[in-house]
């Protein structure tokens, strides 16, 4: 079965520093993708980064980093500099990409709380 | 700028009553899906469908139906409202297919209470 395990329910970091949210996940596919979504107040979820499971290299996006351990099933945000509008929702969720009962849909983890103090 | 649009951000029902929501995407995407969210329970698939006419069960469809007769438009009702299904309902869609990411464009979510 496929499963996405994010551990924190919240995390507080200092304006300008770096943060990293952690995400391990289960999949019999062989072929997966990985994605990172942020959810503000206001309720809209924004897409944020995706790394493909036979990506060679780590995605970036910004100041958005994902540290890919693929030994480690483990698929975690980091998030430099941080700003006071990244207080948010952050989820991490999984698509399958070889099993047909699989890629249509994510799995999704509980979520982790993100409050950046001034 | 691409879109998914939900028809209502907030919506205030009785129980037992009839509920739609209306859900519209404008970039053309084969699938779509209706997910509740709740604290502590995160987003929890109710249907999608990847294609007209076509819909599948998602982990929580019990009290629930869609609807997809335009590729566009991807309806979820409620035939007789309950105070438990008082929750915030998010809408996305995405392309179909392996060669695509798969990543779900939202709508901004709509906030219903049951009374």
């Known amino acids: 079965a496929q499963k996405i395990t994010q551990t924190q329910p919240g995390m507080f970091v200092q304006e300008k520093e770096a943060v990293t949210l952690d995400c391990t996940y289960d999949?019999?596919?062989?072929?997966?993708?990985l994605f990172w979504y942020k959810q503000p107040s206001s309720g809209e979820m924004i897409f944020l980064i995706y790394?493909?499971?036979?990506d060679q290299q780590n995605a970036t996006e910004g100041r958005y980093s994902l540290n890919f351990q693929k030994a480690r099933k483990s698929a975690n945000l980091v998030i430099s500099a941080s700003q006071l509008g990244d207080s948010a929702m952050y989820f991490c969720a999984m698509r399958g990409l070889i099993n047909a009962g699989n890629n249509r849909k994510l799995i999704w983890g509980l979520g982790t709380s993100l409050a950046v103090n001034p | 700028d691409v879109k998914v649009t939900q028809s209502s951000r907030y919506l205030v029902k009785r129980t037992g009553e009839k509920v739609f929501l209306e859900c519209v995407q404008d970039?053309?995407?084969?699938?779509m899906f209706w997910y509740r969210q709740d604290p502590g329970l995160g987003l929890r698939l109710i249907y999608f469908s990847y294609d007209v006419k076509m819909k599948e069960k998602g982990d929580i469809p019990e009290g629930y139906s869609v609807s997809r007769e335009k590729k566009e438009r991807f309806s979820l009702i409620l035939e007789s409202a309950s105070t438990n299904q008082t929750s915030m309902y998010l809408c996305?869609?995405?392309?179909?297919?392996?060669?695509?990411?798969?990543?779900?464009?939202f709508g901004e979510g709509s906030r219903l209470t049951v009374l």
């Open positions: 790394q493909g499971s036979y």
């Open positions: 999949t019999s596919d062989p072929s997966y993708g």
């Open positions: 970039m053309d995407h084969e699938n």
């Open positions: 996305a869609s995405s392309l179909g297919g392996l060669t695509n990411t798969g990543e779900l464009f």
